[in-house]
Structure formats: structure tokens, C-alpha cells
């Protein structure tokens, strides 16, 4: 479930994956899967808003990661999350918390320790890379014909 990382400038994270301090899973499992019914169709929807923005020379857009943003900002969701996950850091005596699970990537210093999401790999295509001085970084996978590919790959996910 978790583990702690001791990094390459001697601070020790938290590494957690973040689902169990998702608020709207845990008190809410068919809003739950209402959620997931409608990423399925956003993610399709998605698929044919790119193929048009591709058409027109215009590049990817995540509707899918914005639509996600927007409805979780609404509710203070990723606030919420980002707090209770540096109060568990804090509770292992970690001076930082690396985790996922929200799919938003960002790297801060609230709450007191560093906060570290990588983000993922399927919307924002999006990871977390360490470098040999502890410094971390994210990562933005930006090359137009790997999206174009993954938007097809979305685009067969969606119809199955």
C-alpha cells in the first residue's frame, strides 16, 4: 500500500498511490460508478474533438483531464486530497508524499512537506522522474504522433 522512498538529497516521502483518501469513492461508490459510465463517454467524445482538432491542424486537447479538473475544483476535491495525503506524510514522519491516483500532476510545497503527484499516463501522459541531486521533476510526453496514436487507442477503448 505504501512505502518510503529515501531520496537521492537524504528526504524521505511517502509513497502512496492515493485511493484510499479519495473521498468520493469511499463515501460514495455509485457516484463512483456514474463517474466512471461518464469518462467512458467523455473519453469518446474526446476522441471525436480531436480527430476534428486534428483535421484542422490544431493540437490534442484533453477534454477529459479539463472536464476532470473543472468538476473536481467545484467540490475542493484535489485540495481536500493533497491535504490529507501530507497529513499521513507527516503522520510517517516523511518530509514529502509522492502519489498518483487523481491524475493531476503538480509538485508543491503546501501543507508543510513537499507534495509530489505523478499525474498518469493515459490523459496527461504524464510521470515524475528523480534526478541524482533529489530534485524531481514532471514530465510531459508532447509528441504529436504518439497522441495522435494513443487518441485512436481512446478512441477503440470507447467504442468497445
Same mark, same amino acid.
Given at each position: ?14 509513497? *502512496? ?80 508524499? *509522492? ?13 508543510? *512537506?513537499?507534495? *509530489? ?44
Amino acid at each position: 500500500d505504501s512505502v518510503i522512498h529515501q531520496g537521492a538529497d537524504g528526504r524521505r516521502y511517502l509513497v *502512496i498511490h492515493g485511493d484510499h483518501f479519495d473521498k468520493v469513492i469511499e463515501h460514495a461508490q455509485s457516484f463512483a460508478a456514474l463517474g466512471h459510465r461518464a469518462n467512458r463517454v467523455a473519453l469518446a467524445i474526446n476522441a471525436a474533438v480531436n480527430h476534428v482538432r486534428r483535421s484542422m491542424g490544431l493540437p490534442y486537447w484533453p477534454l477529459t483531464q479539463w472536464a476532470k479538473r473543472k468538476f473536481k475544483n467545484a467540490i475542493n476535491y484535489i485540495g481536500d486530497f493533497e491535504m490529507a495525503l501530507a497529513d499521513v506524510a507527516k503522520r510517517h514522519g516523511a518530509d514529502g508524499v *509522492i502519489c498518483g491516483h487523481i491524475h493531476h500532476a503538480v509538485i508543491h510545497e503546501n501543507f508543510g *512537506i513537499r507534495y *509530489i503527484n505523478c499525474g498518469d499516463w493515459i490523459e496527461s501522459c504524464t510521470a515524475v522522474v528523480e534526478h541524482e541531486a533529489g530534485n524531481f521533476e514532471i514530465l510531459e510526453w508532447m509528441d504529436r504522433e504518439s497522441r495522435n496514436q494513443r487518441t485512436l487507442s481512446l478512441q477503440k477503448a470507447g467504442a468497445g
